[in-house]
């Protein structure tokens, strides 16, 4: 029987993940965090949700780009840990944060469109975590899964722009992860390019 190559990554990902999570979780109520604790674990877990949705969408360039393989084997887990940093950053920002007022949320959520937006990009996340399983891609077939899954740029998309409209003033940081998603995103529109000119050549060579 085959073995998977490398069949410690994905576990290595994980608990490589999830380590800055349990540590907040643990330095938290210690204060440990600093002075302001919840804002320091909403900075945290919206950052690395970020980071890690990036990280999951530049798994597939970087196959085109170096040909190796191993980072197909670790995009969905990517994307699941981004999901739960982003889950997280909202479930402090609405039990901590706002207390659970639903007349604050509502309020926030209006006249603040950096929150608006960030919950956007939570709400695109969720069909993406729900249909992350071999079994969801065999129930909608490979090509609806991969166009449903093409909204992990629209996730990512909203988080830069919630990312830049939270910080105002210094943007240096959140438009380089925009630049690195433009970035992606040209790799894959190149690609896709090339494979149809790659088809068009071979209908071309081989006339029905």
Same mark, same amino acid.
């Given at each position: 029987m085959a073995t998977t190559p490398h069949p410690w990554l994905n576990p290595a990902v994980t608990v490589g993940g999830l380590a800055p999570l349990v540590l907040m979780a643990v330095q938290g109520p210690g204060g440990g965090l600093g002075p302001n604790a919840i804002e320091a674990a909403l900075n945290s877990t919206g950052l690395i949700a970020l980071v890690l949705l990036v990280a999951?969408?530049?798994?597939?360039?970087?196959?085109?780009?170096?040909g190796w393989t191993w980072p197909a084997r670790v995009r969905r887990t990517l994307g699941l840990l981004a999901?739960?940093? $982003?889950?997280?950053?909202?479930?402090?920002?609405? %039990?901590?944060?706002?207390?659970?007022? &639903?007349?604050? #949320?509502v309020e926030e959520l209006t006249e603040r469109p950096f929150i608006f937006v960030?919950?956007? $990009?939570?709400?695109?996340?969720?069909?993406?975590? %729900?249909?992350?399983?071999?079994?969801? &891609?065999?129930? #909608?077939?490979?090509p609806r899964w991969q166009r449903l899954h093409r909204l992990a740029y629209v996730a990512a998309v909203l988080g830069v722009v919630h990312f830049v409209w939270r910080v105002k003033k210094d943007v240096t940081e959140p438009m380089l992860y925009g630049a690195v998603l433009a970035l992606l995103f040209a790799l894959r529109v190149g690609e896709a390019m090339r494979k149809r000119r790659a088809r068009a050549a071979s209908a071309a060579r081989n006339p029905a």
């Open positions: 999951s969408l530049a798994c597939t360039p970087l196959r085109f780009v170096t999901f739960t940093y $982003a889950s997280a950053h909202a479930l402090t920002y609405v %039990v901590l944060d706002q207390g659970l007022s &639903v007349s604050a #949320l960030g919950f956007a $990009a939570l709400m695109s996340m969720v069909p993406l975590a %729900v249909t992350s399983t071999n079994a969801w &891609v065999r129930r #909608l077939g490979f």
